[in-house]
């Protein structure tokens, strides 16, 4: 089983550049309304969804506080990377790089253009 995580967002193109920029992932789809983003190896990491298009009663009203409650957490092994990235976009960080004193693994945090909670954890995998 694997979970593709949808969310919605105004402007699907944008948010799409935004995400291929940061993460380098790509597109297998295209769209004003729907975007699927993977990353090199073909593995779906996200999904955009324009708010109010099709029916799906929580992406119909964009007045709704995007993502309350929801954090996308992205474990990867370019941690630095993605965060060098973010400083070339001059774009800002919620919380900068620190080892997170329940994981134990570094991780910052930022919060996209649509409002979403991202944390970008150094790689890692959950033990028993």
């Known amino acids: 089983m694997k ?13 799409a550049a935004w995400y291929q920029q940061l993460f380098g992932w790509k597109s297998m789809h295209g ?3 729907f975007e699927v983003l993977a990353d090199q190896d073909g593995e779906i990491c996200l999904c ?3 708010w109010g ?3 799906h009663p929580t992406m119909e009203n964009p007045a709704f506080t995007p993502g ?6 992205v474990r990867t092994e370019n941690m ?14 919620e919380r ?10 570094r991780e910052f945090s930022l919060i996209d253009p ?9 790689f890692h995998r959950y033990g028993a």
Do not use: C, F, W
């Open 3 to 15: 979970i593709d995580p949808i969310i919605a967002v105004q402007d699907v193109e944008k948010s």
């Open 31 to 33: 769209g004003r309304e």
């Open 48 to 50: 955009l969804h324009q």
């Open 53 to 55: 298009t099709h029916d």
């Open 68 to 73: 309350n409650g929801l954090i996308l957490y």
């Open 80 to 93: 630095e990377g993605i965060r060098a990235r973010l400083k070339a976009m001059n774009y800002p960080v």
């Open 96 to 105: 900068e790089v620190q080892l997170n004193p329940n994981s134990h693994h």
């Open 114 to 122: 649509n409002g979403y909670y991202l944390t970008i954890s150094a």
